[in-house]
């Protein structure tokens, strides 16, 4: 079985879009439903992480990144040995590419 570390980006980056549906669209059962589908995520990606397909640009792919979709969200995570990094949960909409590309 894999270890699963979480990134700081990743705690904000699910709060804040948790707190967007939640205050601002004034929708509590949505981000409840969206909150629950991150943490089935969670498990699914450290059952079989090679499930998930290798993130859908090139220089994304080339630094180890793989993405689940969850809604209209992708989370990005890495797989290093044993171990599972979460990166980023990130509205697909977004300009994710360059978010994620320049964290490293």
């Given at each position: ?12 980056d ?73 990166e ?17």
């Amino acid at each position: 079985m894999y270890e699963i570390k979480f990134s700081n980006y990743l705690y904000e980056d699910v709060k804040s879009s948790v707190n967007y549906i939640k205050y601002i669209l004034q929708n509590p059962a949505a981000a409840r439903r969206l909150k629950n589908e991150v943490k089935k995520a969670y498990k699914k990606v450290k059952e079989n992480p090679y499930a998930y397909p290798a993130a859908p640009v090139e220089c994304l792919a080339q630094k180890g990144y793989r993405f689940i979709k969850i809604k209209n969200y992708l989370l990005f995570f890495k797989v290093r040995e044993k171990q599972i990094y979460i990166e980023r949960f990130l509205y697909g909409p977004r300009d994710w590419i360059n978010i994620i590309g320049n964290m490293n």
